[in-house]
């Protein structure tokens, strides 16, 4: 009974916790990845095949725009619901986007996300970051799925959840031309 109350006590803590506390307390070790979704620290390991993936849809990006937008990697967003501190694999941001008063990109300013799946964290990308980006309205979010060798791609936001989604295997064209206006190309997208 001690260590239930004890448990609870602990996740009350941590609850009333800040996203800006939770991440200064962290240790990432190299090579791994670190999240916040929904109060929870995800870590993961990038491995080649991830990184490979996320490398192709930034040159895709980077060359259609012309380097006149920016498009992160890996950097921390702060997301609608509860202690959400996303990381996205990819997240384009609108042309004229700035940093607010404590230094970091806002959502409402994301215009594509892609997220590229781990088995341990899948989870969070099907479910409470596939809401929380439709909840942010962010346009379009791609998930490259290496296991499924699939891309699913999520628009229009409304209430919280995406209306359309379209499933591309990889080797086909995932056609963004009335979101972004262009054509993302999987042919090279690398399997796990």
Known sequence: MTVVENDRIAMATINEQTLDELFAQMTVPEGFKAEIVEGAIYMSPQRDVHWETILLIVEVLRDHFKRRTKVLSDVRV????????????VAKLRDGSEKDAEGRWRYQD???????????????????????????????????????????????????????????????????????????????????
């Open 78 to 89: 702060d997301f609608p619901g509860h202690l959400n501190g996303f990381c996205p694999d």
């Open 110 to 192: 994301v215009e594509f996300i892609a997220e590229v799946i781990s088995k341990d964290t899948a989870r969070n990308d099907y479910g409470p970051k596939k809401t929380a980006y439709a909840l942010a309205e962010v346009p379009v979010y791609l998930i490259a799925d290496p296991y499924q060798g699939r891309c699913h791609v999520y628009t229009q936001p409304k209430d919280g959840e995406y209306v359309t989604e379209t499933t591309v295997s990889f080797g086909g064209d995932v056609d963004l031309t009335t979101t972004l206006g262009l054509t993302l190309k999987t042919d090279e997208f690398p399997r796990d």
